[in-house]
C-alpha cells in the first residue's frame, strides 16, 4: 500500500517553468519505478516519465524528451518532474505513479503503475 501526493502544479506562460513533486509514503519497497502521467482535456491518459528508484535510469514520452527531466530524492522518498519550455499542449493533470506487480494498471516504460496520486493541474496560457 503506497500512498502518493503531488504538488507544485500552477499556471504558466508558453515558454516557462515548473517544477511537480510527489512524496510517497507506506509501504515503498513495493515499488522499483515511479513515475508522471498526465491527461489533457479530451485527450487519452499518457505517460510522461518514468524512473527506476534504484539505478536511476529515465525514461520519457516523445513529446517532453529534452524539456521535462524527471529526478528522485531516496532520502525523501520524493520524485520531481522539472519541466521547461512549456507548451500549452502540456496543459493537463498531471498524477504521480508508483509501479504496482498486479493485474490492472497503466502501462509506461515496460513498467506497469498502479498506485496513483489525486493530480495536480498545469494550466500553460
Known amino acids: 500500500h503506497v500512498q502518493l501526493v503531488e504538488s507544485g502544479g500552477g499556471s504558466v506562460q508558453p515558454g516557462g517553468s515548473l517544477r511537480l513533486s510527489c512524496g510517497a509514503s507506506?509501504?515503498?519497497?513495493?515499488?522499483?519505478?515511479m513515475g508522471w502521467f498526465r491527461q489533457a482535456p479530451g485527450k487519452q491518459h499518457e505517460g510522461v516519465a518514468a524512473v527506476q528508484l534504484g539505478g536511476g535510469q529515465t525514461s520519457y514520452a516523445n513529446a517532453v524528451e529534452g524539456r521535462f527531466t524527471i529526478s528522485q530524492d531516496n532520502a525523501k522518498n520524493t520524485v520531481y518532474l522539472s519541466m521547461m519550455n512549456l507548451l500549452p499542449e502540456d496543459t493537463a493533470v498531471y498524477y504521480c505513479a508508483a509501479q504496482r506487480a498486479a493485474n490492472g494498471g497503466r502501462w509506461f516504460a515496460g513498467v506497469q503503475f498502479g498506485y496513483w496520486g489525486r493530480g495536480t493541474q498545469v494550466t500553460v496560457s
Open positions: 507506506g509501504h515503498t519497497y513495493s515499488s522499483n519505478c
